[in-house]
């Protein structure tokens, strides 16, 4: 059931995701060569405890038996596709890092992601990698129209995607987002447009592009959580959570002085 949220709640969910776009901020200035990713997690904790949210993913579990997540950010590198877990592991020149954060404020969440290089992109396939996938996510958002179809935004995101030489991960979904992190509809990054439920006026949705350099075929670590490219090919993550209003589509988790997703 999709349920709609009142514009009070859009306010609260609002809140939850400009907290989140400010860590995030917050989290990809600090990324740098030789920085272990659980420092990351660190500041992550901290920033968030600093504006009075509550960590969403840090106990979450997708399914009865997996290992309840043990962090506040996902930190996914290179061929990590998403909810990789920060750790020792040390950053260096040239990784593709991608930051998977989720905030709760006044019971609602938001959820967003963004990737960045560590210094500069290796080689231009890898900038050309980040930059197509950042361009998805904008080509979805704009597919978001009242009366339009959920399939429309999967469409959208794979004709980016699937132009550029690169493919999109079927594995993982973007879903509706309000109270629960995950809530209904599933979001798909392909699909057919016309296909899927109706959007209407006060869905919240997480739209969130999985691409990877080669193919999409994915497998979980041993940790429960890690998704890596079966290929091992280098993989790419961008998420906002919207809202649909009346007047138009709201990006809750977009600070208005962020700069357009550049190539580096
Ligand atoms: N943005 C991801 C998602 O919507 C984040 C989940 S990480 C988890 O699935 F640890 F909380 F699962
Ligand atoms: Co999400």
């Not at 776009?21 to 990324?31: F, G, I, N, P």
């Not at 469409?155 to 699937?162: F, H, I, T």
């Not at 990006?251 to 208005?256: P, W």
């Amino acid at each position: 059931m999709i349920e709609l949220k009142s514009e009070q709640e859009r306010a609260h969910m609002r809140a939850a995701g400009q907290v989140v776009a400010e860590v995030l901020q917050v989290l990809k200035a600090a990324v740098a060569p030789g920085l272990p990713t659980m420092e990351l997690d660190r500041l992550a904790d901290a920033e968030i405890k600093k504006r009075g949210a509550q960590s969403v993913f840090r106990g979450y579990q997708a399914y009865e038996g997996q290992p309840p997540y043990p962090a506040t950010v996902c930190v996914s590198v290179n061929e990590q596709v998403v909810h990789g877990i920060p750790g020792s592991r040390r950053l260096k020149e040239g990784d593709l890092v991608s930051l998977d954060l989720g905030a709760r404020v006044s019971g609602f969440v938001g959820d967003a992601a963004l990737s960045v290089f560590v210094g500069s992109a290796p080689d231009s396939r890898a900038a050309e990698l980040l930059a197509v996938t950042a361009a998805s996510l904008d080509a979805g958002i704009a597919a978001v129209h009242i009366g339009g179809h959920v399939g429309d935004i999967g469409a959208a995101v794979q004709e980016v995607v699937e132009q550029a030489g690169f493919s999109v991960i079927r594995d993982f979904v973007g879903h509706g987002v309000g109270r629960s992190m995950h809530e209904d509809p599933q979001v798909p990054n392909y699909g057919t447009r016309g296909l899927g439920p109706r959007i209407r006026p006060g869905m919240a949705l997480a739209i969130e592009p999985m691409v990877a350099e080669g193919g999409y075929a994915v497998r979980v670590l041993p940790d429960g959580w890690t998704a890596v490219t079966r290929d091992g090919s280098r993989a790419c993550h961008f998420e906002h959570t919207l809202f649909v209003g009346e007047q138009g589509v709201e990006v809750l988790t977009r600070l208005s002085e962020e700069p357009v997703h550049e190539v580096q």
